[in-house]
């Protein structure tokens, strides 16, 4: 989409994570293996990639492309986010490029391991076993 594309390139981020955006209404109309072929061309140049499945309103329809395009792609590295318009998408989409950031996953691994060390501090647990 040309607007989530000049919104993004406007805030000057450097995303490291690839996004492959779809309009679920057109996805009804085109043919299975069309799709497929984009999707598998997609994952095969991008290993960290993202498949956002827009719609203003998920119903019966929509969730079947989305079950036909998992069912296909079980077992990838695929991910599947649907989202409903321009904005949920750009914000979904800073979102996941904030957090694929090597900094930021730094930033996490290291509140992950300060959090395990203090819950094993102080897990009653843990000091029966060492007694």
């Not at 490029?97 to 930021?104: L, M, R």
């Not at 992950?112 to 647990?125: D, N």
């Amino acid at each position: 989409d040309h607007e989530i594309s000049t919104t993004l390139q406007n805030q000057q981020h450097r995303v490291r994570v690839a996004f492959l955006l779809a309009d679920t209404q057109d996805l009804l109309f085109i043919n299975s293996k069309v799709i497929f072929e984009r999707i598998k061309k997609f994952m095969t140049i991008h290993r960290n990639g993202f498949l956002l499945l827009s719609a203003a309103l998920h119903g019966p329809k929509e969730w079947e492309v989305m079950f036909r395009i998992q069912q296909r792609f079980l077992g990838s590295n695929l991910r599947i986010v649907p989202v409903h318009n321009t904005a949920e998408a750009i914000k979904l989409m800073l979102t996941i490029a904030k957090t694929a950031s090597k900094p930021y996953l730094d930033n996490i691994h290291y509140r992950m391991l300060m959090a395990k060390t203090q819950i094993i501090e102080q897990s009653p647990v843990w000091k029966m076993l060492h007694h």
